[in-house]
Nanobody, 124 residues
Framework: QVQLVESGGGLVQAGGSLRLSCAPS????????LGWFRQAPGQERDLVTS????????YYADSVKGRFIISRDNAKNTVYLQMNSLKPEDTAVYYC?????????????????WGQGTQVTVSS
């Protein structure tokens, strides 16, 4: 069973930045497609961004294009989400997700594993 441990959430003012990290427990993490989802109160959990095993392919939801950057460091077994120019509507619980396999198909993202979530709150 792969465990995904997120960190980096918190409270930030609108226009600020945060960086989330996710560290899967499995050493074969590099063969997984990784993604970040978010879920606001009363809303569905939506895919925000994803990255393939090598980092050569990425996907971004329209709402975060140009503001968020996903990256991964396979040597450090970590995936990052750099969030810039944050808006109050970015407030949500952010979840790291992993999907087995090296094939690239950004949507739909059917996760095999989930992290426990980290709260991001953007104040106006």
């Amino acid at each position: 069973q792969v465990q995904l441990v997120e960190s980096g959430g918190g409270l930030v003012q609108a226009g600020g930045s945060l960086r989330l990290s996710c560290a899967p427990s499995e050493r074969t993490f590099k063969i997984y497609t990784l993604g970040w989802f978010r879920q606001a109160p009363g809303q569905e959990r939506d895919l925000v961004t994803s990255i393939n095993w090598s980092g050569s392919n990425t996907y971004y939801a329209d709402s975060v294009k140009g503001r968020f950057i996903i990256s991964r460091d396979n040597a450090k077994n970590t995936v990052y989400l750099q969030m810039n120019s944050l808006k109050p509507e970015d407030t949500a619980v952010y979840y790291c997700a992993a999907r087995r396999g090296t094939g690239w198909s950004p949507m739909p993202f059917s996760a095999d594993y989930w992290g426990q979530g980290t709260q991001v709150t953007v104040s106006s």
